[in-house]
């Protein structure tokens, strides 16, 4: 059974920086896309980032030049580091593992974690 474990969210002033990991377990990953989703109240998850298994990633515009995603194929993390925070991007965020080798925006990911909150103050 495939596990997602995403510690790391919680308040941060506009402007500020976060970092969160994801760590995967419950099967082989080789070959699976990994990413970030992200949902603030009232509105739509949309897409943030994510990863193919070579490190290969695509990043939403909303948060292109601000956010970075990494992978670290011999632990199961993923990591997502936020930079340059703004009030705007306080949502529920969820890390995703996917059996194909690529995620596109519109995609749904075949696996969830139970998400993590992220707040910004302004």
């Known amino acids: 059974q495939v596990q997602l474990v995403e510690p790391g969210g919680g308040l941060v002033q506009a402007g500020g920086s976060l970092r969160l990991s994801c760590v995967a377990s419950?099967?082989?990953?080789?070959?699976?896309?990994m990413g970030w989703f992200r949902q603030a109240p009232g509105k739509e998850r949309e897409f943030v980032a994510a990863?193919?298994?070579?490190?290969?990633?695509t990043t939403a515009d909303s948060v292109k030049g601000r956010f970075t995603i990494s992978r670290d194929n011999a632990k199961n993390t993923v990591y997502l580091q936020m930079s340059s925070l703004k009030p705007e991007d306080t949502a529920n965020y969820s890390c995703?593992?996917?059996?194909?080798?690529?995620?596109?925006?519109?995609?749904?990911?075949?696996?969830w974690g139970q998400g993590t909150q992220v707040t910004v103050s302004s």
């Open positions: 995703v593992v996917d059996p194909r080798p690529r995620l596109r925006v519109g995609d749904t990911p075949r696996y």
């Open positions: 419950g099967r082989s990953f080789v070959n699976y896309a």
């Open positions: 990863t193919t298994w070579s490190g290969d990633s």
